[in-house]
């Protein structure tokens, strides 16, 4: 007999945070969906412990994200910028891979690590 048909919220408790992770990883691609995910971090908080500490941490890769992304691109012009906006991507990517699997298993963010590049 085939499983039931969950509705939606009731499978993974982490299952916002997920959908805020592969947002941001689509914002690669389409730039101002990112503002879409950070507002529905905002808008999930304060259910769920565990969430809320991924939700922070999403918020945080939000904001730092945007200053370095912006930094980047003001010190482009003399050719720094380049070396910033590099270091950004890895950085979102790295922190947005950490995540999901942190999520995935269903683990609060604790902390991060290398110099908050890697979420723990």
Known sequence: MPDP??????????QPAII???VYAGSFFVPFVAIGGLV????ERGRDPVLDSHLDFQIRTFW???LMLVAG??????????????FWF???VVRI?????????????SGVELFGLKAI
């Open 40 to 43: 529905y971090a905002y808008v």
């Open 97 to 109: 891979i950490t995540g999901i699997q942190l999520a995935q298993a269903q683990r609060p963010i």
């Open 5 to 14: 048909i969950m509705p939606p919220g009731h499978g993974n408790p982490l």
């Open 20 to 22: 805020v992770y592969l």
């Open 64 to 66: 730092w994200g945007l």
């Open 73 to 86: 691109i003001v010190l482009s012009f003399i050719l720094v910028g380049l070396a910033v906006i590099l």
């Open 90 to 92: 890895i950085w979102a």
